[in-house]
């Protein structure tokens, strides 16, 4: 499994706009046959710092979800709404080991 966790920080301004540009990528990537979880989080202390948290079956799954239309305009519709650039991390599955579980 890949994972990748992706920490974002919006400018204010922009937090509702970015919210809807990403719930519409969420409920299209979710449907990508490599997904197995695409979460997105926004914090509870702080309206402006979202967190993604991706699990594909595969670094090649991954690479195909950011070649896909939803992705591409996700990205181009947030581009101007960053605080500053997205942080992406990758992490090994420790557990749960089966995608059945996720």
Do not use: C
Request: glycine letters at 2%; charged letters at 30%.
């Amino acid at each position: 499994m890949h994972v990748t966790i992706i920490d974002v920080q919006v400018k204010q301004e922009h937090v509702e706009a970015f919210v809807e540009a990403s719930r519409r990528n969420h409920e299209a990537s979710v449907r990508e046959p490599g997904n197995l979880r695409f979460d997105i989080l926004r914090s509870a202390e702080d309206p402006t710092r979202f967190v993604f948290y991706e699990v594909f079956r595969s670094a090649e799954d991954n690479a195909a979800h950011k070649k896909t239309p939803h992705y591409l305009a996700w990205r181009a519709a947030v581009e101007g709404f960053m605080a500053s650039p997205r942080q992406g991390k990758t992490y090994v599955v420790v557990a749960p080991r089966d995608p059945e579980r996720w």
